[in-house]
């Protein structure tokens, strides 16, 4: 059986939702954002400047930066450590879910791990926004998904040096679109308890 699930998602492809339900049937944790609440507890970064980083690239960040120590670093990547650090404690207990934070990457090495991309075709996606963000616009939820998608590659791409949503990075890829949210629980679940 697999005792750590990843999940990676294009925005609007139902990752999300997926991950909760199949750690609800699978009687797995939970973690998504709240990784962020609980990194800026344990690593004394204060919260409103976990959240303005989160999954956000540098603009000006140099060769001569890196070369400081952690403490002179950007606050972005003290944030992916801090990050990355209590990813890999989550995944050594073990009977998790975890959505986002390149934590496929992260727990690569990790034995019993299933990894997981979700994604859809662009009108599926607007369509299921539109039902959880009734008060915008189609031309807003359009640039929500091209911004936050583009925001996740550049992301994947500076912390992990790996392609976000490229399959060489994951077990199994789900088109949410095609199958549907619970074809697609019930795939990870009936693959996990393998």
């Known amino acids: 059986m697999k005792k750590i699930i990843t999940i990676s998602r294009e925005f609007g492809a139902g990752g999300s939702a997926i991950g909760m339900e199949v750690a609800k ?17 344990e690593s004394n970064i204060d919260v409103e400047s976990i959240l303005r980083w989160d999954e956000k690239v540098p603009k000006n960040f140099g060769f001569a ?19 990355k650090d209590v990813i890999r404690r989550i995944g050594e207990k073990g009977k998790c879910v975890i ?22 075709d662009p009108y599926w996606r607007m369509e299921h926004m539109k039902e959880k ?12 998904i091209r911004v936050i998608d583009k925001a996740r590659r550049k992301y994947c791409a500076y912390y992990t040096n790996t392609e976000f949503g490229v399959a060489d990075y994951y077990d199994i890829s789900l088109n949410s679109s095609s199958l549907g949210i619970e074809t697609c629980i019930d795939t990870i679940c009936n693959i996990a308890s393998l």
Request: hydrophobic fraction near 40%.
């Open 133 to 144: 963000m009734p008060d915008a616009t189609e031309a807003k939820i359009s640039e929500q």
């Open 99 to 120: 959505v986002g934070r390149n934590a496929n990457t992260i727990l690569k090495e990790f034995d019993n791990c299933l990894h997981v991309f979700v994604h859809a």
């Open 65 to 83: 930066q890196s070369l400081f120590d952690f403490y002179n670093r950007p606050l972005n990547e003290k944030l992916f450590d801090a990050q």
């Open 25 to 41: 049937r699978l009687g797995f944790e939970f973690y998504d954002k709240a990784i962020i609440l609980r990194t800026a507890k």
